[in-house]
């Protein structure tokens, strides 16, 4: 199997170049010798690598940035699904892709479902939404994957964010009025290791979007005190205290949904693929 993988160096791709690497042949593009942007170049690899996947881990994840720099958001995040779907459909290639929980404005108050109403607030999550779309409008068969508060330990994210604000500070604050499914960046690799080793004729058979994170959800502050109490080098913490504050505490140019929590049970029980607890998870990336 050819398995094209863009973001390769990011949180996910990482991951996938290794939870993908016994399924397969990767090519591994990213930033670094291969700039989305450049739309000729991009299809000219489609054409060389001539994969049988197309795994997407590339994305605009700068939330706020995103709010003064839409046009890029809105062409790696949106354009370029776009012309992966394309592509793909052309050759008859498989793509996997992957969307975030940002797509929802928050305000159901239960996990969502697949099918829920969208209502992105910011650029981040409507750049991402218009990706979504196009893949579905297109004829390429596909699987959107839209998760939620992704992390890994090689590069920054939450969790490396809090054990070094652990490391410096007495008092944390941190927001308690966020809620969604912390996801370990390679649980997300496994599972799409876990899809592509079920065939091409399931993942076409069952081809769609589905809700894919952590299993269960926590506040940011819940995940913040987990976080610290796993450490494995606790001893070089500073902190003695956490406090919980809100959102509107740190105002940010992009306004993020609440509670945007995803119901992940569509997906399990879809392809029989149960998705780690998020502390299980978070327990063993912290003892990595
Ligand atoms: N991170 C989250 O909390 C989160 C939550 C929900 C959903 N998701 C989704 O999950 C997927 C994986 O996210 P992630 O956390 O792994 O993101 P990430 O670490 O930011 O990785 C994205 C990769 O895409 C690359 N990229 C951005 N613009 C590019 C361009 N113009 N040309 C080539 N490469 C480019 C980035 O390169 P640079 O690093 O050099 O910019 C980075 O390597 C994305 O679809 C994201 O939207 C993420």
Redesign the pocket.
Same mark, same amino acid.
């Given at each position: 199997m050819r398995i094209l993988l863009f973001?390769a160096?990011?949180?996910?791709?990482t991951e996938l170049q290794q939870a993908l690497s016994p399924i397969g042949d990767i090519f591994p593009f990213?930033?670094h010798n291969?700039?989305?942007?450049n739309t000729v170049e991009v299809r000219e690899t489609i054409h060389t690598v001539r994969p049988n996947v197309i795994v997407n881990? !590339?994305?605009?994840?700068a939330v706020d940035q995103a709010e003064s720099e839409a046009e890029k958001a809105f062409t790696?995040n949106g354009a370029i699904p776009a012309l992966f779907a394309e592509e793909a459909s052309k050759l008859g290639a498989f793509l996997i892709h992957?969307?975030?929980?940002y797509v929802f404005d928050g305000t159901k108050g239960v996990p969502y479902l697949e099918g829920d109403e969208t209502n992105p607030l910011g650029i981040y999550g409507k750049s991402?939404l218009v990706g979504e779309e196009a893949i579905q409008a297109g004829d390429a068969k596909y699987l959107i994957l839209r998760? !939620?508060?992704?992390y890994s330990r090689n590069?920054s994210s939450f969790v490396t964010k809090v054990l070094e604000w652990a490391r410096k500070q007495e008092v944390l604050s941190i927001v308690s009025d966020q809620v969604s499914n912390p996801t370990w960046?390679r649980t997300l690799a496994n599972v799409t290791a876990e899809l592509l080793g079920k065939g091409m004729d399931c993942l076409r058979e069952h081809r769609g979007l589905y809700h894919v994170a952590g299993n269960g959800y926590a506040s940011r502050l819940d995940w913040a005190k987990k976080i610290i109490e796993l450490d494995p080098n606790k001893h070089e913490q500073k902190v003695n205290e956490i406090v919980p504050a809100l959102t509107s505490d740190f105002p940010t140019p992009a306004q993020r949904p609440l509670f945007s929590a995803l119901d992940c049970s569509l997906f399990q029980a879809t392809f029989d693929i149960p998705l780690p607890k998020w502390e299980d998870a978070l327990k063993l990336a912290m003892n990595e």
């Open positions: 973001g160096m990011g949180q996910l791709g990213d930033i291969l700039n989305l942007e881990a !590339s994305a605009y994840t790696v992957y969307s975030t929980d991402k998760t !939620s508060w992704v590069r960046a």
